[in-house]
Antibody
Framework: QVQLVQSGAEEKKPGSSVKVSCKASGGTFNTYTFAWVRQAPGQGLEWMGRFIPGFGPANYAQKFQGRVTFTADEFTGTAYMELSSLRLDDTAVYYC??????????????WGKGTTVTVS | QSVLTQPPSVSAAPGQKVTVSCSGSASNIGNKFIAWYQHVPGTAPKLLIYDNNKRPSGIPDRFSGSRSGTSATLHITGLQTGDEANYYCGTWDNSLTSGVFGGGTKLTVL
């Protein structure tokens, strides 16, 4: 089964950008689709969007439209999430996950351990 | 404010059973299967239930799910102290064209 290994913690200044990586191992990268989810301190899980590497534009949650970009490097099997114009309330743990979407279902089955991004 | 509504907390004694509710609308639970996730702070969330009532490999049958109309329920029997975690329901919302979660329910095993 695939395992997702995320990059280490980041500390950023307001207004800057952060790029979090998510390396997939143990599977065939181009068979996966990816979602990004975050959890701010004391808050619940928040869906940021999903994308299919090499297959059209990503689907971003309205809240993050214009500020977030999902990309992937199929050669290294790594997915990326870049969030720009960082604000204090972007401080959160950011998770990548493989997801499954069909007409009648949607879920995320394999999760990375999370990357802590602190904006201060 | 989360699209899906869950109670903030539930509690029960070891060995007992507990249910966690998740309320939505026709654009999400009413048209899409629900999933449930277990999240212990500081660790990766874990998929517990998908397609309303299916368990991934390795999830004990003490965990089960059901759906009726625009609501869903997570059932946990034979509670163990290791079940203490936050539980989230999640699905897709056709109106928002996005994934959505409930606000999470903190389970305390007394």
């Amino acid at each position: 089964q695939v395992q997702l290994v995320q990059s280490g913690a980041e500390e950023k200044k307001p207004g800057s950008s952060v790029k979090v990586s998510c390396k997939a191992s143990g599977g065939t990268f181009n068979t996966y689709t990816f979602a990004w989810v975050r959890q701010a301190p004391g808050q619940g899980l928040e869906w940021m969007g999903r994308f299919i590497p090499g297959f059209g534009p990503a689907n971003y949650a309205q809240k993050f439209q214009g500020r977030v970009t999902f990309t992937a490097d199929e050669f290294t099997g790594t997915a990326y999430m870049e969030l720009s114009s960082l604000r204090l309330d972007d401080t959160a743990v950011y998770y990548c996950a493989t997801d499954w979407w069909e007409t009648y279902y949607y879920y995320m089955d394999v999760w990375g351990k999370g990357t802590t991004v602190t904006v201060s | 404010q989360s699209v899906l509504t869950q109670p903030p907390s539930v509690s029960a004694a070891p060995g007992q059973k507990v249910t966690v509710s998740c309320s939505g609308s026709a654009s999400n639970i009413g048209n899409k299967f629900i999933a449930w996730y277990q999240h212990v702070p500081g660790t990766a969330p874990k998929l517990l239930i998908y397609d309303n009532n299916k368990r991934p490999s390795g999830i004990p049958d003490r965990f089960s799910g059901s759906r009726s109309g625009t609501s869903a329920t997570l059932h946990i029997t034979g509670l163990q102290t290791g079940d203490e975690a936050n539980y989230y329901c999640g699905t897709w919302d056709n109106s928002l064209t996005s994934g959505v979660f409930g606000g999470g329910t903190k389970l305390t095993v007394l």
